[in-house]
């Protein structure tokens, strides 16, 4: 079975959004949330994913949500690469 199948089967990605996160490229800036992002970017499949530990990453909009500092670091790695991801399908922002 194709890694990707179910992605493609969503409208919101498809084949031709597939495509484009199989040939997309992304550096996660920072390190609050870093390895979340990184992960979550490369199992949705983007191409290549690198760190930029010294880069200063967009700031996390929910961040006052979270209560515990290791909850608000995971939130905003996943916040982050589902930004990354909308917009490079060319979709509302999250």
Request: avoid cysteine; proline fraction near 2%; hydrophobic fraction near 45%.
């Amino acid at each position: 079975m194709e890694r990707f199948l179910r992605q493609k089967r969503l409208a919101e990605i498809g084949e031709a959004g597939q495509a484009r996160l199989s040939a997309a490229t992304h550096r996660v800036l920072g390190s609050d949330g870093a390895l979340t992002e990184l992960v979550y970017l490369s199992r949705a499949g983007f191409r290549a994913v690198s760190i930029d530990a010294l880069g200063k990453p967009r700031p996390f909009a929910h961040e006052r949500a979270f209560r515990h500092a290791a909850s608000r670091k995971h939130a905003a790695g996943a916040w982050r690469a589902l930004r990354a991801v909308t917009e490079l399908l060319g979709r509302a922002s999250a």
